[in-house]
């Protein structure tokens, strides 16, 4: 029996500006401040779309301890955003997802081979998907 489709997470228009807010702040690597503002707005999702945010804010928080040097940390927090993240589609709540998941696995990776700082990858973008384009 196939699974049904996630359904797409319910905003109202200030909880869609707060998400575009908290998106361009991860873009601009501003990872704290990330955290906090999607964390506002997690806090009064309910139903499949929380652990999105859950994994999108765990992404920003594992980011957050890579600038800190809390090299633990960041492979904590990026790996359970990878597992919270890998239920969702490809495209969802308006994010390319499978990128942003290939690019947490490509930090995994880095991170946990132990590389120098010449060797990771560039840091991870969210980027906002058209909804026709993700059909």
Do not use: K
């Not at 999108?56 to 928080?61: D, P």
């Not at 904590?76 to 290939?102: N, T």
């Amino acid at each position: 029996m196939p699974v049904p489709p996630l359904p797409e997470p319910a905003l109202s228009p200030e909880e869609q500006d707060a998400f575009a807010r908290g998106v361009a702040q991860f873009n601009a690597h501003l990872f704290f401040e990330c955290h906090d503002t999607l964390e506002d707005l997690w806090s009064g999702v309910r139903g499949p779309s929380r652990d999105f945010f859950q994994g999108l804010i765990q992404v920003a928080v594992g980011f957050y301890h890579l600038g800190n040097d809390n090299r633990g940390g960041a492979v904590r927090l990026l790996e359970r955003a990878r597992r919270r993240l890998e239920g969702y589609p490809d495209h969802y709540g308006g994010i390319a997802l499978a990128e942003l998941r290939e690019a947490v696995g490509c930090w995994l990776g880095a991170l946990e081979g132990g590389d120098g700082e010449s060797s990771r990858p560039p840091l991870p973008t969210l980027r906002f998907v058209d909804e026709e384009a993700a059909s």
